[in-house]
């Protein structure tokens, strides 16, 4: 199985890391680079900062976990997504935009991929672990509007990534589709086979 993680910043990284025991291809799909600033909200390392995001996940997991995995240091596009998740036979979104969440949606509707997001609020207050047939991605306030930096909302990321992982793992091992909603006191299961 190949395991298609796009976007790897706050809830894409922690959910990768702790979706490493898989016997699955894990590949990355990210085009920025890490920052000083995301060492508290993502699981990078300080050796890390400056690198492409994917490429230096790859490497993490190959240097601490032993896990082997790919990198494609891109922006997803509609000219390169077939290329990119044409082999996935799993695809996760952990993308922080509107844009790049119905990109994807819209390539894994037309391909019969299957598709599980991980979105947090606007307001950083919940988040969804939901599969794309069930999916809707929010309006955005501003172009791009991103609520993963900063650290204020690490306790929830840190919830949504692990139940993401869940999600995935349940899938793969099980082949079932659980959605959840995140927040603070609970992790509360909305929907699923």
Known sequence: MRIIFC???????SAVVLCRNLEAQLTFIDFDRVESKNL?????????VGKNKAEALKLQLLNLHGVKAESFGVR???????????GGDLLVDCFDNQDSRLLLSEYARRA?????HGAVSADGTFGLVRW??????DAEDTAG??????????PLLGLLAATLARAVQDFVKHGVKRDALVNLTAVIPTAGT
Not at 7 to 13: C, D, K, P, Y
Not at 112 to 116: I, R
Not at 146 to 154: D, F, K, R, S, V
């Open 145 to 154: 509007q991103a609520t993963c930096e900063g650290g204020a909302h690490l």
């Open 112 to 116: 019969g991929k299957p598709l599980v």
């Open 40 to 48: 508290l909200a993502q699981a990078y390392v300080k050796p890390s």
């Open 76 to 86: 997803l596009t509609r000219d390169n997504v077939e290329a990119l998740c044409g």
């Open 132 to 137: 794309d047939e069930r999916f809707a991605p």
């Open 7 to 13: 976007g790897v910043g706050a809830i894409g990284s």
